[in-house]
């Protein structure tokens, strides 16, 4: 499951300079110092980094502001961005020749976004239940 981090600047107190606070649901905050040779982005990044390394959280994270212009969301994509990247990167390239399921960059592609719509197994193996299956029945 995809996980999301909230990080936050908070301005300096008389006792704490500028820092960067990260939550996410269902844990503790971490708060890390604002280091002023990076930019916002750098240290909002760094922010949710030091989080998801607390915990064990991995795959690429995708970043964006939240309405109220102060906080920044980092959402985890579980490997999906990953695969999606290098399926582009190689389309770009001109590298896609012949049948593309027989590349296992975009096999990997189409697996990451079958699971992230509950498909499990070494290759789009069964739907997680029979209203799901139903379409395929067809």
Known sequence: MAKAIVTRYVGP???RGSRIIARAEGVSSVSIGYADELTSEQN???AASKLAA????RGDFV???MPDGAS???VSDDGRLAALKGFVNDYRKGTWTGNPWAKPLFRACVEAIGRSYGYFGEWMGTPTNDDEAS???R
């Open 44 to 46: 909002h990044a760094a």
């Open 135 to 137: 379409h395929l029945k």
């Open 63 to 65: 970043s964006g502001g």
């Open 72 to 74: 920044v969301v980092h």
């Open 13 to 15: 107190t008389d006792s």
């Open 54 to 57: 607390r915990y064990g959280w």
